[in-house]
Structures are given as C-alpha cells and as structure tokens.
C-alpha cells in the first residue's frame, strides 16, 4: 500500500467508492472511531485506481464492484490517533451487484471483522459525522464535473 512516512506524518494514497441504491448511502466505520467513511482503501504500487478499489472491497465485502467514473479528488490534512496525515483521496461512482444480498442489508460486517458497513439513507446524513467533511455537500453536485476539495486540519 502506498504510504510514506516522513518527520512530518504520513503520506496515504486513498481511493473510496460512492455507492448510492434506494436513497442511500454506503459507508463504514471501524468500531473505534467516532465517524463514517465512504468504504475504500489504499493503492498498491503500479496499481490503477479503480482497480484499488474493485480490489479492496472484493477482500472486505467479498463483491464485485463496478466503478463509474471519477467524482472528486481530495487534499486532506488531518490528525488520527496522535499521528499527522496529507492524505489525497480519489472518490469514484461505484454500484454493488444487482443480486448482491448486501444492498438489502441495512448493517453489516465487513469480511474481515474490523469494519462495520451501513446503508446510511441520504435524507439523515446531516445527523451523522462523516469524513472528510465535504462528502455530505458534494453529493448534491449531480453535473457530472470532477471536482477538487481541499480539508486543512492542521493550519
């Protein structure tokens, strides 16, 4: 997985998926934290995006993803568990299987245990922290355009 150490923190390469079905949203969290995610994970070296992401939620959903187009790219500067993280995201459209069992789920384990999934209807996200923050207010963007945010934390 591409991430760098440095004297200043950790460099992360993140790719995460956007699936929407029935008015919801998927997202994940590990028991410990106090916010959601889009569900996702790093990229190997020589390893395409899309293809990260097709990869990483075959090994924590056990399903075959099909990734859409690009959606946002992220800069983000955060502090997690006392270390210090610049962090670029790319966010891509992505849709479970039609016969997946997941999408009538409402909570669910991820394969692995450490993760827990949820369809989080759109309409009740404002009631619940998600990260990075702008992933609420982006989804309202339906033009199609890629767009760029920028989330300092540390500044």
Same mark, same amino acid.
């Given at each position: 997985?591409?991430?760098?150490?440095?004297?200043?923190? =950790?460099?992360?390469?993140?790719?995460?998926?956007?699936?929407?079905?029935? +008015?919801?949203?998927?997202?994940?969290?590990?028991?410990? *934290?106090?916010?959601?995610?889009? %569900? &996702?994970? !790093?990229?190997?070296?020589?390893?395409?995006?899309? #293809?990260?992401? !097709?990869?990483?939620?075959?090994?924590? =959903? &056990?399903?075959?993803?099909?990734?859409?187009?690009?959606?946002?790219?992220?800069?983000?500067?955060?502090?997690?568990?006392?270390?210090?993280?610049?962090?670029? &995201?790319?966010?891509?459209?992505?849709? =479970?299987? *039609?016969?997946?069992?997941?999408?009538?789920? #409402?909570?669910?384990?991820? #394969?692995? +245990?450490?993760?827990?999934?949820?369809?989080?209807?759109? *309409?009740?996200?404002? &009631?619940? !922290?998600?990260?990075?923050?702008?992933?609420? %207010?982006?989804? #309202? *963007?339906?033009?199609?355009?890629?767009?760029?945010?920028?989330?300092?934390?540390?500044?």
């Amino acid at each position: 997985m591409i991430v760098i150490p440095s004297n200043a923190g =950790l460099f992360n390469y993140r790719i995460a998926g956007i699936a929407i079905h029935g +008015g919801r949203i998927l997202l994940h969290k590990s028991p410990n *934290d106090e916010y959601w995610a889009l %569900p &996702g994970g !790093r990229a190997e070296m020589m390893e395409r995006a899309a #293809d990260t992401l !097709r990869r990483e939620l075959e090994e924590e =959903l &056990g399903v075959k993803v099909k990734v859409g187009g690009l959606r946002w790219v992220g800069e983000c500067f955060f502090e997690h568990g006392g270390t210090r993280y610049h962090e670029i &995201g790319l966010y891509f459209a992505m849709a =479970l299987p *039609d016969a997946s069992p997941l999408l009538g789920q #409402d909570e669910f384990n991820g #394969d692995d +245990g450490r993760l827990i999934f949820r369809w989080h209807p759109l *309409d009740t996200l404002s &009631g619940i !922290r998600v990260e990075p923050d702008f992933v609420v %207010p982006a989804l #309202d *963007d339906d033009s199609g355009a890629i767009a760029h945010f920028v989330i300092d934390e540390l500044s």
